[in-house]
Nanobody, 119 residues
């Protein structure tokens, strides 16, 4: 079982920056992919960014050039650096881990951290 704990959310003015952290309970060498999702009020949860065990990354069009996902295997942690924040970035951000094995895949979720972008 993988436990995920997010931190780093808060209130930030437009144009500001935040760095979110997601600490995993086991080595992320064992996890095929880690990702950040977000869900704004009244909207569906959407994929923001993901990173593979080989450090390849992908981003939603809405955050390209502003957000950066990275991982620190020694600390079992994945980060989301968010720059040039906009009010529409306001959402609960969730960490996700995906394990893929021959017997099937398993997904794990953190409880979320709230990011509010407002002046």
């Amino acid at each position: 079982q993988v436990q995920l704990v997010e931190s780093g959310g808060g209130l930030v003015p437009p144009g500001g920056s935040l760095r979110l952290s997601c600490a995993a309970s086991e080595s992320i060498f064992t996890i095929n992919e880690m990702a950040w999702y977000r869900q704004a009020p009244g909207k569906q949860r959407e994929l923001v960014a993901h990173i593979t065990s080989g450090d390849s990354t992908n981003y939603a069009d809405s955050v390209k050039g502003r957000f950066t996902i990275s991982r620190d295997n020694a600390k079992n942690t994945v980060y989301l650096q968010m720059n040039s924040l906009k009010p529409e970035d306001t959402a609960v951000y969730y960490c996700n881990a995906l394990k893929i094995r021959a017997t099937g895949s398993m997904a794990y979720w953190g409880k979320g951290t709230l990011v509010t972008v407002s002046s």
